[in-house]
Structure formats: structure tokens, C-alpha cells
């Protein structure tokens, strides 16, 4: 497949998967409304994410070795830390302050911690210099924020 239609093919996949973050927030509300509040219902989200990802990677025979899981440094489980935090978080603010602010804050903090790892090259192999696009990009997202908080949201 010609790069250009991997690139375009990710970007349409992140696309996607932003939306059903949208989704996910008021979804996993309703969850904890009903199972006790937003740590039972963060932990129901990941157990069930836990046994769809594995069975699917039985099904796929792409069951990591205890050798592969041992070797891993310690820092690297980090992200199933993050993960759980930002559904934890998602699940308690989106009754309060809805899924359209909740989401375009999101963005905010994602665009602005993303412009922070490309700048200093974070565990990436190269690093991306933050020119003025960059930066307005990030004002004009911030000014959206604004939009939705004075929208009554």
C-alpha cells in the first residue's frame, strides 16, 4: 500500500476512535450511575477492554512470552496508569460538564502535551520543531474551549 494511503487511512482511524471516546464518556457515566460511581465503573471499562483484548490476541496468536513481559522496564506499564485516569476522570466530569467540553479539553491538553513530546522528542525517534502553525493551532483550540464553556455547557 503506497504511504500516502497509510497516512490517510491513520487519520481517518483516529478520527474514528476520537468519535467513540465521545461516546465512551457518557457511556461509562451511565455505568457508574448504576454500579456506584466512576472507580467501580473505570474498573468494569478495563476489565471488559482486558478480556476483549484477550481473546483477541489468543485468536491471533500474539500472546507475549513471559521473557517479552519480564524484559519490559517498569516505567513502560505507565500507560495502562494513564488510560485508567483518563477514563476515570472522563467518567466523573462528563455529567457535569458534557461530553462537548469535556472532549474539546481533552483536545486541549492532548495538543498541547503532543506539541511538548514532538519538541523534545519523548520516547520518539525524532523530534518536531513547534513553528507558529503549531502554536496557533493550539490558541485557536483553546479559544474553542472558550467557545463551549460560554455556551452554557
Do not use: Y
Not at 54 to 67: K, M, Y
Not at 94 to 109: C, E, K, Q, S, T
Amino acid at each position: 500500500m503506497p504511504m500516502m494511503s497509510v497516512k490517510i487511512l491513520s487519520m481517518l482511524a483516529a478520527l474514528l476512535a476520537g468519535s467513540m471516546i465521545a461516546f465512551q464518556a457518557p457511556i461509562n457515566a451511565r455505568l457508574g450511575g448504576i454500579m456506584g460511581g466512576p472507580l467501580v465503573a473505570t474498573f468494569c471499562s478495563f476489565a471488559v477492554g482486558t478480556v476483549v483484548l484477550g481473546g483477541l490476541l489468543v485468536a491471533t496468536g500474539n500472546v507475549p512470552r513471559l521473557g517479552e513481559v519480564s524484559a519490559t522496564a517498569p516505567w513502560m506499564w505507565l500507560g495502562g496508569v494513564l488510560g485508567a485516569v483518563f477514563v476515570f476522570v472522563s467518567i466523573s466530569v462528563v455529567p457535569v460538564i458534557g461530553a462537548a467540553l469535556m472532549i474539546a479539553l481533552f483536545v486541549a491538553g492532548q495538543l498541547a502535551g503532543a506539541l511538548i513530546i514532538d519538541k523534545t522528542g519523548f520516547l520518539l525517534p525524532m523530534h518536531i520543531d513547534i513553528g507558529w502553525e503549531r502554536i496557533a493551532a493550539l490558541v485557536l483550540i483553546l479559544c474553542g474551549v472558550v467557545l463551549f464553556t460560554r455556551s452554557g455547557a
